[in-house]
């Protein structure tokens, strides 16, 4: 019997395909060259993509999470809006680390790190360096730990334990020899981030 996570996570991916469809509209004529979409469907269908990877990621489903990822990645260049870049490459940066894709989550993360960090929202910020710390342990570079050492400190003295928890998780690992089996920690539950205000 599913659990009533995978109950919700399923009906949301359900919504999120509906919502792609009617963004993409009918399939184009083959004998024709399809009309590009106006940019705020474009925008709207990055979103969904980024979402969906989490809820793909949640349930384990990682061809399909993998599959949405580089939906989302080839929409990213055509985006204007750089709050809706940055949630993109958050989501996916942390599903990307999930995937054991450290290098491609390393280059969304530092996106989102950048433009959380201009716009001074401390709790994303921290996320997406969290994010950022575990894939350069994964790549083995000796950067990771000190990165997760200064989101352990910043999210002591905020008194985050949510991702004090998620640190507790990781840095065993982190800190032991083999990198290759860090822990995995962050998708028992759906996560995600509510889209920018428009």
Known sequence: MASELEERTRRRLAAIEQE???????????????????????EALLSLFAEAAVHHMTLRELDEA???????????DDIVDPAIVARASLLSGEVLVELDSPKLAKLRLEVAARFYETA???KLLGRARL???RALVLLEDPRGLDLLYEVQADATARGDVATLARIAA??????????SETVRAGYGRAVSIPPAPR
Do not use: K, N, Y
């Open 20 to 42: 792609t469809f009617d963004l993409r509209g009918p399939p184009p004529v083959p004998s024709l060259r399809p009309d590009p979409l106006p940019l705020d469907r474009r």
């Open 66 to 76: 993998r599959r949405v990822i580089a939906d989302a990645i080839a929409l990213m």
């Open 120 to 122: 001074r929202d401390v």
């Open 131 to 133: 994010g950022l710390a």
């Open 170 to 179: 990781i840095l065993p690992e982190a800190m032991g020899a083999d990198v």
